[in-house]
């Protein structure tokens, strides 16, 4: 196993391991399939209890239950 520090690359730090290990995670499109999750069952749930609301109020909610489900992940995280 080499050395994720070692000298075979570019700066060696920590910071640049988690940017790199950043955009390996990025490139499979783990944002999209997370966000396309959530946004599924926030509609599931307006449609199960018959809500209508306009695209603004729409967006706004997604929005503040997308923050609240990453929240509550980085949560889980931190207790293991």
């Known amino acids: 196993m080499l050395n994720p520090f070692g000298p075979q ?3 060696g730090s920590y910071m640049n391991l988690q940017k790199r290990m950043l955009q390996r995670v990025q ?3 783990v944002n999209d399939r997370i966000f396309d999750a959530v946004q599924k069952s926030f509609e599931d749930a ?3 209890e018959n809500i209508v609301l306009s695209l603004l109020e729409r967006k706004r909610m997604l929005s503040q239950i997308l923050r609240s489900v990453l ?3 980085i949560k889980k995280l ?3």
């Open 46 to 48: 307006l449609r199960a």
């Open 71 to 73: 929240e509550n992940m």
């Open 78 to 80: 931190e207790k293991r």
């Open 27 to 29: 490139e499979t499109k």
């Open 9 to 11: 690359q570019e700066s």
